[in-house]
């Protein structure tokens, strides 16, 4: 789960991290009314859940009050395009005015999860308000990564290796103090990402995060109950919403395929096998492991809706959803909501003969495949006409 910037940084301020004075605002008055209590200059940053805000017109500095007035009723409600958004871009409903601050160096700091390692992985860069990509491509010696044993945690010598690395050696103590609250943070909060770009040093000598970027764990979220408080539903697909709501797992991508699983694992398997049969994944929908013929049958309410489909490959290992259950889900959907879209079925597992026989009772525009092979080729037959 991302975090908007604004929510990050509540986060970094609850630890007592030094960061420049600023508020969330919801309408361009309510800007300018910010900006004239945190005093001039201040940027304007749109709150959407994607980077490369910066270059795409997301983030601009005021030097005054019309200023504010002005580009804040530019920003608000238009629709930021980046690297990250996507196609479609995110509509601007927030945005932070925060006081802007001159600084004579920035650099890049993030956590990550280095699972080769079983090691938290500091990445630092003597550079900072690049993307990181970017910036390994193009000059990698500017980039160090420093493994953190998660049982020892942050210690001094990891903010001398930090210091040596910056050239901040007269900054180990401060360096000593920021990095641990963001550790913290990073630890306490179960993220999988905790990124700082850029991390800058004031003219008055402080070490400042100017941006933050969190991603918490999805798997987390049962004991995050305060990181759950945070989603911003107005920045998920409405279908993916939906989804939600009856415990299904659903994302939307761009292909003609629909495809309905149960299990990450076998998810991707099922997309990488559409992709060998000739065909392009348009979704994928996760059923799990408690999915009813009710859940499943919204399930396919949900994948019909997606006008490019040629077809629906249902996918299901039998485990603790039972075979049957999925055949009655599928054909109470088709029932319900009148799908005449030909649904590719292979079901394996718990209940597979009960299942087969309530299908093959039924009627319908279902195309059984009781191996692998033969459902790549209906796969392949469906997507060459």
Known sequence: MKLHEYQGKTLLRSEGVDIPESRVSYFPEEAWMISMDIGYPVMLKAQVLAGGRGKSGGIKKCNSAEEVRTQSQLMFGTVLKTKQSGTEGLKIRKVLVEKALEYEKEFYVSFVIDQKSAAIALIISKEGGMEIEELSAKSPHLINKILINPYAGFLPFHARAIAGFLNLETKISEIHTLFSKLYHIFMEKECTLLEINPLVITQQGRLVPLDVKIDVDDNALIRQK????????????????????????????????????????????????????????????????????????????????????????????????????????????????????????????????????????????????????????????????
């Not at 409405?238 to 699983?261: H, P, Q, S, T, W």
């Not at 060998?276 to 399930?299: C, K, M, R, W, Y």
């Not at 603790?320 to 889900?329: F, H, M, Q």
């Open 226 to 385: 305060d990181i759950v408080r945070l989603r911003d539903l107005s920045e998920m697909d409405e279908d993916e919403v939906e989804a939600r709501f009856y415990g299904l797992n659903f994302i939307k991508l761009d292909g003609n395929i629909g495809c309905m699983v149960n299990g990450a694992g076998l998810a991707m398997a099922t997309m990488d096998f559409i992709k060998q049969a000739g065909g392009s994944p348009a979704n994928f929908l996760d059923v799990g492991g408690v999915a009813t013929p009710e859940t499943i049958s919204h399930g396919f309410e949900i994948l019909t809706r997606e006008q490019s489909l040629k077809a629906i490959f249902v996918n299901i290992f039998g485990g603790i959803v039972r075979c049957d259950k999925v055949a009655n889900g599928i054909i109470q959907a088709t029932k319900k909501s009148n799908v005449t879209l030909p649904i590719i079925i292979r079901l394996s597992g718990s209940n597979v003969e009960e299942g087969w026989k309530i299908l093959n009772n039924a009627k319908g525009n279902f195309h059984p495949a009781y191996t692998v092979e033969q459902a790549k080729d209906i796969i392949n037959r469906m997507v060459s006409h």
